[in-house]
T-cell receptor, first 113, second 114 residues
Framework: DAKTTQPPSMDCAEGRAANLPCNHSTISGNEYVYWYRQIHSQGPQYIIHGLKNNETNEMASLIITEDRKSSTLILPHATLRDTAVYYCIVRVPFYNQGGKLIFGQGTELSVKP | DTEVTQTPKHLVMGMTNKKSLKCEQHMGHRAMYWYKQKAKKPPELMFVYSYEKLSINESVPSRFSPECPNSSLLNLHLHALQPEDSALYLC?????????????FGDGTRLSIL
């Protein structure tokens, strides 16, 4: 069963920041939060991940609340090419195998001119 | 460009056919995965291989038969599939034993069962 809940869809104006929320209230202490996006007809593309601290890379920022029950993915200057389905995922340990990705239903982000 | 290569990109087959999907990666990853994705749904894990051994089978029907012949290759053999098996089949790879390293996905094989 998915461990995350996301709004099914969001709109964002081109050039503005896109803030995508995710709830993961049942996350365990050693489970990471991962974000992927999927553009139509392509495989999921890795964006960013984190455990406790906020993270930033060249694509996005990830803000994780102190209690780790929710997080927000921030695309600082959205472009039309950022239109995609965004998945917030909890990576669940499985023995020492590197863990399982449990996908939620995702948020369909539409960036509009 | 994806570092995980899947072939073919599209496959149409009848219910009595036997076919195989192929996946290749050269990132030195020793964990490889098969996912199934139906239209407008998230990917669902099917199989996990770790050091070329099957470590997770998510109760997948036996008409799907995975194989990992070496550390770079992953196959999915298909036989006697049903129309409901039409989907996008995704392969992924990652390092073993680390939750702190991402899985890398290919662009998938879109399978249609007639």
């Amino acid at each position: 069963d998915a461990k995350t809940t996301q709004p099914p869809s969001m709109d964002c104006a081109e050039g503005r920041a896109a803030n995508l929320p995710c709830n993961h209230s049942t996350i365990s202490g050693n489970e990471y939060v991962y974000w992927y996006r999927q553009i139509h007809s392509q495989g999921p593309q890795y964006i960013i991940h984190g455990l406790k601290n906020n993270e930033t890379n060249e694509m996005a920022s990830l803000i994780i609340t102190e209690d780790r029950k929710s997080s927000t993915l921030i695309l600082p200057h959205a472009t039309l090419r950022d239109t995609a389905v965004y998945y917030c995922i909890v990576r669940v340990p499985f023995y020492n195998q590197g863990g399982k990705l449990i996908f939620g239903q995702g948020t369909e982000l539409s960036v509009k001119p | 460009d994806t570092e995980v290569t899947q072939t073919p990109k599209h496959l149409v087959m009848g219910m009595t056919n036997k076919k195989s999907l192929k996946c290749e990666q050269h990132m030195g990853h020793r964990a490889m995965y098969w996912y199934k994705q139906k239209a407008k749904k998230p990917p669902e894990l099917m199989f996990v291989y770790s050091y070329e051994k099957l470590s997770i089978n998510e109760s997948v029907p036996s008409r799907f038969s995975p194989e990992c012949p070496n550390s770079s290759l992953l196959n999915l053999h298909l036989h006697a599939l049903q129309p409901e098996d039409s989907a996008l089949y995704l392969c992924a790879s990652s390092q073993v034993g680390s939750l702190n390293q991402p899985q890398h996905f290919g662009d998938g094989t879109r399978l249609s069962i007639l």
